[in-house]
């Protein structure tokens, strides 16, 4: 992550349907990366090439998905090395779609973060309760210290973690910003008890939940939070314009 800058990270999720719509969404948003804000775009696979190529040096290019294994018999999967080589930067791991409907486990996303590390990749952790009222602490706790298993101290200021409420993702609900903050000062503090407050007391963390052109500045603008995880306001140019004008309006940094 550049230093001094929120980040704002377009997950399309299995969006859009065609080459065509994915080429014109990255040609509005190219260039479009504002002070103080770094931007990635995470597209489908089947795009990343193209995004690349058409997104500008500015804007950097994340995966939604890898596999832990370098290369081999292991159908339909793509690995850390294969990303790195196509010019990604980060790679989202962990997101709840992927832990909830597709079956992946702890012990998945924790092969997956060390291949991603290894190879050059910064991953961006997602973490986040089921339920409005669940049981945050433990949740957070078991799925950071799972995820961070084997991650060495030297690493560990290599990840971005993002904290996505499972409740609040897609459904217009967001969580609210002082809510946020005080997850995303308990996450620094579990990845505290495991590396020590110095290396983790500046540990990126971004929100991810129903943010909007409406409310990306109230969540960013809080120092505790280092940028936006955004799903469906980044399918659209005029929404996503809207997330970033709010980015840059709630800034406080
Ligand atoms: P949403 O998705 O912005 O559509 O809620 C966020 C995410 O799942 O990363």
Redesign the pocket.
């Known amino acids: 992550m550049e230093k001094n800058k929120k980040l704002i990270?377009a997950?399309w999720?299995m969006n859009p349907q065609t080459a065509e719509e994915a080429l014109r969404l990255v040609k509005n948003i190219a260039g479009r990366a504002a002070r103080g804000v770094e931007l990635a775009i995470a597209p489908p696979f089947v795009y990343l090439d193209m995004v690349k190529k058409n997104c500008g040096r500015e804007i950097k290019l994340a995966a939604q998905n890898v596999h832990w294994e370098e290369r081999g018999a292991f159908t339909g999967e793509i690995s850390a090395p294969m990303l790195k080589n196509i010019g990604c930067d980060y790679v989202?791991i962990g997101?709840?779609?992927r832990r909830y409907k597709m079956g992946e486990t702890g012990e998945m996303i924790n092969l997956k973060i060390k291949s991603a590390l290894r190879h050059g990749l910064v991953p961006i952790l997602?973490v986040g309760e089921r339920e409005k009222n669940g049981d945050i602490k433990k949740t957070l706790a078991e799925q950071l210290t799972g995820a961070l298993e084997g991650v060495g101290a030297s690493e560990i200021g290599r990840l971005v973690i993002?904290y996505?409420p499972v409740w609040?993702?897609?459904?217009g609900v967001?969580d609210t910003p002082d809510h946020a903050l005080s997850a995303a000062l308990l996450i620094r503090k579990i990845a505290g008890g495991i590396y020590g407050k110095e290396l983790t007391e500046n540990l990126p963390v971004l929100y991810?939940?129903?943010?909007?052109g409406k409310n990306t500045g109230e969540f960013i603008g809080q120092k505790g939070i280092d940028g936006a995880?955004?799903?469906?306001?980044?399918l659209e140019a005029e929404n996503f314009e809207a997330v970033l004008a709010s980015a840059v309006s709630g800034d406080a940094e």
């Open positions: 990270v997950n999720k989202i997101h709840s779609e997602a993002a996505e609040a993702i897609g459904t967001s991810g939940g129903s943010v909007s995880l955004v799903g469906g306001a980044s």
